[in-house]
């Protein structure tokens, strides 16, 4: 199986160099590497110019192409599927080191698992004990926000997700994580990455991933052995308002989407936006600063909008929202 990496990027150069390094000393090498650029400068370009030869003695193709479309980090993964020719297709985030066993143990589950249709490697964290993190965990799965369990990655009834705590064996999984996921290129056929998410695309990995699983259950699966760090780096994020407001507005639109609208998962749903309030509002209590009371802020307003254009969101008319973003 030849492998085919797709990496999206914005304004991440000292990010994506570090990524690249991890790649072309992978012990199983990949056919090509796709770099999709959302950047507003030139610099990214430049890096790839400055590597290509590299790469070209490992026999791997290092390819540039420019998102010319819009910005959007769903455009941008594919417009990597469509210039990708490998067998598996692994989309990378720009600021991931990937481990050097990485992508042979990825292809090991393809080939020990044959219905296998998506596979994600386990991205690196320090244990953290603390009382306080284990509180502020088990407050999160009372309201279904991100939070952590051992050996599971499931999809909550409010669209929320949980990511293992300790993985120790492949695991079935509900959803893969944007920042490393791969699937087999015949799936990304009939699946596409919504193209109503725009920018950063907030969710952008779980909608496609959970779409798949639904359809196909028991074809996802996350592998221990591969290894990575993430290092949510700095480079390129967005500012917190509009963060914030494309979490909200997103997260509202991928739950009428993805999850049945029975009273049940609505109430559930309510219940998930009332904990994120509580969250940020012990949040200002214990360290006030206006930061803090903006993040709130910023967080009723999202609120309101959402409840303003309720009958868009459920109907998948997000450009109330979108043309802001432009």
Not at 101 to 116: A, G, S
Request: aromatic share 12%; net charge positive.
């Amino acid at each position: 199986m030849q492998v085919s990496i797709i990496i999206p990027t914005y304004n991440r150069v000292k990010d994506l160099d570090e990524c690249l390094d991890s790649i072309i000393v992978q012990t199983t090498l990949p056919k090509e590497v796709i770099i999709v650029d959302d950047s507003d400068n030139d610099e990214i370009g430049n890096l790839i110019t400055h590597r290509r030869n590299e790469f070209k003695e490992k026999d791997i193709l290092l390819r540039y192409v420019r998102n010319e479309r819009e910005r959007s980090l769903a455009i941008a993964r594919n417009i990597g599927v469509e210039n990708a020719t490998g067998d598996i297709i692994l989309y990378l985030d720009s600021d991931v080191v990937l481990d050097k066993d990485y992508i042979k143990e990825i292809l090991k589950v393809y080939k020990e698992k044959p219905d296998t249709l998506g596979v994600q490697g386990l991205i690196q964290s320090k244990r953290d004990d603390r009382v306080i993190v284990k509180f502020a965990d088990a407050f999160k799965k009372v309201f279904y926000i991100y939070s952590k369990e051992k050996n599971r990655c499931r999809v909550s009834p409010s669209f929320g997700v949980t990511y293992p705590s300790f993985c120790d064996e492949i695991i079935e999984c509900e959803w893969l994580s944007g920042a490393n996921h791969s699937y087999r290129k015949q799936i990304l056929q009939d699946f596409k990455f919504d193209e109503k998410l725009k920018k950063y695309s907030y969710d952008e990995d779980t909608d496609i991933s959970y779409r798949i699983f639904k359809k196909y259950p028991g074809s996802l699966f996350m592998t221990p052995h591969a290894k990575l760090i993430h290092k949510a780096s700095e480079e390129g994020r967005h500012l917190r308002k509009e963060v914030i407001y494309i979490n909200t507005v997103y997260q509202t639109y991928l739950f009428y989407k993805n999850i049945d609208q029975n009273l049940k998962n609505k109430l559930i749903f309510l219940w998930n936006r009332i904990g994120h309030l509580i969250v940020n509002i012990g949040d200002l209590i214990l360290g006030h600063s206006k930061e803090k009371f903006l993040k709130l802020k910023y967080i009723i307003d999202a609120y309101i909008i959402c409840m303003t254009h309720i009958k868009e969101i459920k109907k998948g008319d997000l450009e109330f929202f979108n043309k802001e973003l432009r």
